[in-house]
């Protein structure tokens, strides 16, 4: 692959990175920075979306549009669905929903985009076995999940909302970016993959571990796309 676009919501998800850079410029769209240069030797823009569904799909779209990426990585935290994935793990997503679209009142299933092929967007499997690989040899000490990654407009730090996201969409886990990413992704027809490490348990201590966790959690998504990305 040519470039890469990697995209974090938030400075704390791509700082490191952006500071590895060489032969950096940085060029302003849409209120993001877009740095432009090179991450161990490969071309990639990488750039902070800023939070929510609508940030990431104007980003992904510049980023298609402007610098002509061939892949999208989504790097972050991400909240647990699952008892087994503590804080630290990261997960890998194998597919991404829109949690928080609802048409039922026009027969639609929860979760549906009215009108289109598909409201499940599907990761490239290349980049999410590469990821996968590479995260078990950098990051010992924690574990990798592959599974569904949910996205909505929502902060979930709630037992009984956690709930009805496992319940209604068997999650793995739950940010607020990544799908929207993939759709974007999806509709220009390029490859995606989003690598979240778990920050909080997404119930009513999330607030609270989100802040405690979220640097170390971000620790091994950073060690796992320096990892990725000389073998892109
Ligand atoms: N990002 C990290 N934790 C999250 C949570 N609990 N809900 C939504 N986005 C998150």
Redesign the pocket.
Same mark, same amino acid.
Do not use: K, L, P, W
């Given at each position: 692959m040519r470039k890469i676009g990697i995209i974090g919501a938030m400075d704390e998800e791509v700082s490191r990175l952006k500071e590895m850079m060489k032969n950096v410029s940085v060029i302003e769209k849409a209120g993001m920075d877009f740095y432009i240069g090179q991450l161990k030797e490969k071309e990639v823009v990488i750039v902070k979306s800023g939070i929510g569904k609508v940030n990431a799909g104007i980003c992904t779209q510049i980023l298609i549009d402007q610098y002509q990426i061939e892949a999208v990585i989504n790097t &972050?935290? =991400? &909240?647990s669905l699952k008892n087994e994935i503590n804080i630290g793990d990261i997960v890998l997503s194998t597919d991404t929903l829109y949690h928080d679209m609802d048409a039922t009142g026009f027969g639609y299933k929860l979760g549906v985009i009215p009108r289109m092929e598909t409201s499940i967007f599907q990761a490239d499997t290349i980049l999410l076995e590469l990821a996968k690989k590479v995260c078990k040899e950098v990051n010992k000490d924690i574990q990798v999940f592959c599974g569904r990654v949910l996205s &909505?407009d929502?902060?979930? %730090?709630n037992q009984n909302v956690k709930e009805r996201l496992i319940k209604n969409f068997s999650g793995y886990c739950?940010?607020?970016e990544g799908a929207a990413i993939a759709h974007t992704a999806y509709l220009n027809k390029i490859p995606f993959l989003i690598i979240r490490a778990i %920050?909080?348990k =997404?119930d009513s201590s =999330?607030t609270m571990d989100?802040g405690i966790f979220e640097e170390k959690a971000i620790e091994h998504t950073v060690n796992l796309l320096l990892g990725m990305i000389e073998k892109l």
């Open positions: &972050g935290v =991400a &909240g &909505g929502q902060f979930i %730090s739950t940010e607020m %920050s909080d =997404a =999330a989100y």
